[in-house]
């Protein structure tokens, strides 16, 4: 059993990442999918995780969520530990209003996107703030119709999810984390789902979030390209482990492991 | 007595039949919506009283035959120090019967929006009440909707058992005028047709209005 003394109340000093997983192990039964993971993203930094699947890459993002329970290991959201709490000077399991609020500071991004299909556009991207926030809906209405302006889904703002195309309804699904104000973004695979010829549209919001804005982002991709262009580090998940991680130029123009060049010539002659 | 002279005749007392039968139907369906929702909501609780609960609660009410239902509820409850008035109890415990039959289509009706739509709501940080009602059941609404067309309109005929307990429903006056009049096919054949009606005329066309608002709202119509 995994001793909780073991790991630090909150992380202090000057270089607190943004998010830090500790010796992070998720099994599930007999099967290990995630193996003593340690990794930090610093706070504005995009980190792109790439790897076959099976591989555990979406998992590492479902449990900064708190969509998967962890089973070893502790998770810290700036400089805060999320699936535990500290109770009496220990670490215990987070309860339930605990991860409600920690995880408020998460905002993620799904394949699916699914948004809510009897809310338009608008109705999406206000639920959370008004809901959950408290916010009134007139702020909210406005902060709302700024970010479809971002994403540039304005003129269908009132239109339900059923109405859009994929790569509408999932850049509707981005201004909608958005509205939350997150401090980290997470983007699940939001590309897989789409037309060939809508995923650029969403791979330009991401863009444009990189470039204009101080997010912390964790994404999970198989667009190699998209990864090259776009990452701060790029993430080579195997078997539950960061198999060799680097600067994007690192990692694919010269990669160290064998694993590494292995899926990278396999992607490459896919494409 | 030709049907028209007898329709004149006694067409009054059919009015005031089915008027009160409307008055069962929709106050055993209120009942019968909320109890579905409560107990279909129970038995989706990872808590076993609360489950357990629901469980018995709709094994009871589904398992054995709404006529003892209703007999218990006028005929013994007051045994006990419950006394309804023969109107109440009748919608009761129709209303009870046909809720635990709503129980499940609440709960498979929740069971059957997508897993996505809940981790959506709950990466907003949605209190679980919250995404239950704002999220989920508006959804499960939708989905339910024709199942519940069936159960109401299995609703309606079953409160023609109230007139076993004297509630001066469309039954029980169909009952009256032929035990003067003698007119079996004439009455019975006139409260046949009031209650089709009553199903295919109102309850059915009503049910598909609501189904074409809610596709609507869900921008699928």
Same mark, same amino acid.
């Given at each position: 059993?995994?001793?909780?003394?073991?790991?630090?109340?909150?992380?202090?000093?000057?270089?607190?990442?943004?998010?830090?997983?500790?010796?992070?192990?998720?099994?599930? =039964?007999?099967? +290990? #999918? %995630?193996?003593? /993971?340690?990794?930090?993203?610093?706070?504005? $930094?995009? *980190?792109?995780?790439?790897?076959?699947?099976?591989? =555990?890459?979406? +998992? #590492? %993002?479902?449990? /900064?969520?708190?969509?998967?329970?962890?089973? $070893?290991? *502790?998770?810290?959201?700036?400089?805060?530990?999320?699936?535990?709490?500290?109770?009496?000077?220990? /670490?215990?399991?987070?309860?339930?209003?605990?991860?409600?609020?920690?995880?408020?500071?998460?905002?993620?991004?799904?394949?699916?996107?699914?948004?809510?299909?009897?809310?338009?556009?608008?109705?999406?991207?206000?639920?959370?703030?008004?809901?959950?926030?408290?916010?009134?809906?007139?702020?909210?209405?406005?902060?709302?119709?700024?970010?479809?302006?971002?994403?540039?889904?304005?003129?269908?703002?009132?239109?339900?999810?059923?109405?859009?195309?994929?790569?509408?309804?999932?850049?509707?699904?981005?201004?909608?984390?958005?509205?939350?104000?997150?401090?980290?973004?997470?983007?699940?695979?939001?590309?897989?789902?789409?037309?060939?010829?809508?995923?650029?549209?969403?791979?330009?919001?991401?863009?444009?979030?990189?470039?204009?804005?101080?997010?912390?982002?964790?994404?999970?991709?198989?667009?190699?390209?998209?990864?090259?262009?776009?990452?701060?580090?790029?993430?080579?998940?195997?078997?539950?482990?960061?198999?060799?991680?680097?600067?994007?130029?690192?990692?694919?123009?010269?990669?160290?492991?064998?694993?590494?060049?292995?899926?990278?010539?396999?992607?490459?002659?896919?494409? | 007595?030709?049907?028209?002279?007898?329709?004149?005749?006694?067409?009054?007392?059919?009015?005031?039949?089915?008027?009160?039968?409307?008055?069962?139907?929709?106050?055993?369906?209120?009942?019968?919506?909320?109890?579905?929702?409560?107990?279909?909501?129970?038995?989706?609780?990872?808590?076993?009283?609360?489950?357990?609960?629901?469980?018995?609660?709709?094994?009871?009410?589904?398992?054995?035959?709404?006529?003892?239902?209703?007999?218990?509820?006028?005929?013994?409850?007051?045994?006990?120090?419950?006394?309804?008035?023969?109107?109440?109890?009748?919608?009761?415990?129709?209303?009870?019967?046909?809720?635990?039959?709503?129980?499940?289509?609440?709960?498979?009706?929740?069971?059957?929006?997508?897993?996505?739509?809940?981790?959506?709501?709950?990466?907003?940080?949605?209190?679980?009440?919250?995404?239950?009602?704002?999220?989920?059941?508006?959804?499960?609404?939708?989905?339910?909707?024709?199942?519940?067309?069936?159960?109401?309109?299995?609703?309606?005929?079953?409160?023609?058992?109230?007139?076993?307990?004297?509630?001066?429903?469309?039954?029980?006056?169909?009952?009256?005028?032929?035990?003067?009049?003698?007119?079996?096919?004439?009455?019975?054949?006139?409260?046949?047709?009031?209650?089709?009606?009553?199903?295919?005329?109102?309850?059915?066309?009503?049910?598909?209005?609501?189904?074409?608002?809610?596709?609507?709202?869900?921008?699928?119509?």
């Amino acid at each position: 059993m995994d001793d909780l003394s073991n790991y630090p109340l909150e992380l202090t000093g000057d270089d607190v990442p943004m998010v830090r997983f500790m010796k992070v192990t998720k099994r599930y =039964g007999d099967l +290990t #999918v %995630l193996d003593k /993971l340690d990794l930090d993203v610093a706070e504005g $930094e995009m *980190v792109t995780v790439i790897g076959p699947s099976g591989s =555990g890459k979406t +998992t #590492v %993002l479902r449990m /900064l969520m708190t969509l998967e329970t962890i089973n $070893e290991g *502790v998770i810290y959201v700036d400089g805060q530990p999320l699936t535990h709490m500290a109770k009496g000077g220990k /670490l215990v399991p987070a309860d339930r209003k605990y991860l409600r609020k920690m995880r408020s500071q998460i905002g993620m991004c799904f394949q699916h996107f699914n948004l809510f299909p009897h809310m338009t556009a608008l109705e999406n991207c206000m639920e959370g703030p008004v809901q959950v926030l408290g916010m009134k809906k007139a702020e909210a209405r406005e902060r709302a119709e700024e970010l479809l302006e971002l994403v540039g889904m304005s003129d269908k703002r009132d239109q339900h999810p059923s109405r859009l195309s994929g790569g509408q309804q999932q850049r509707v699904a981005i201004a909608r984390a958005l509205a939350m104000r997150p401090k980290v973004m997470l983007f699940d695979e939001v590309t897989s789902a789409l037309d060939p010829e809508v995923i650029g549209e969403v791979t330009n919001v991401i863009r444009s979030l990189v470039n204009e804005h101080n997010l912390t982002m964790l994404m999970v991709t198989h667009q190699m390209g998209f990864a090259k262009d776009i990452s701060d580090r790029v993430c080579f998940f195997f078997d539950g482990k960061i198999e060799e991680q680097g600067t994007p130029d690192e990692l694919f123009g010269n990669p160290q492991k064998e694993r590494t060049q292995q899926f990278l010539s396999a992607v490459k002659e896919a494409d | 007595m030709s049907y028209l002279d007898f329709l004149k005749e006694y067409g009054p007392r059919f009015w005031d039949g089915a008027l009160v039968t409307a008055g069962q139907f929709l106050l055993a369906t209120a009942l019968a919506i909320a109890i579905a929702l409560t107990a279909g909501l129970m038995k989706l609780s990872r808590n076993r009283i609360v489950h357990g609960a629901a469980v018995v609660y709709i094994e009871i009410f589904r398992g054995t035959s709404l006529l003892v239902q209703l007999y218990w509820i006028f005929f013994v409850l007051p045994l006990f120090g419950i006394t309804l008035e023969k109107f109440t109890a009748g919608f009761v415990a129709v209303g009870m019967n046909l809720g635990a039959y709503g129980a499940e289509l609440v709960r498979g009706g929740i069971q059957s929006v997508p897993k996505g739509q809940w981790e959506a709501a709950y990466a907003l940080s949605m209190s679980p009440a919250k995404r239950m009602w704002r999220i989920i059941l508006p959804q499960a609404f939708v989905n339910m909707l024709p199942p519940w067309g069936n159960l109401l309109i299995e609703l309606l005929k079953n409160t023609a058992l109230v007139a076993l307990i004297s509630v001066s429903d469309l039954m029980f006056e169909a009952k009256q005028i032929n035990g003067s009049t003698f007119l079996s096919a004439q009455t019975f054949g006139t409260a046949l047709i009031i209650y089709y009606i009553l199903a295919r005329f109102i309850v059915t066309p009503f049910m598909r209005w609501l189904e074409l608002v809610m596709r609507r709202k869900l921008g699928r119509a």
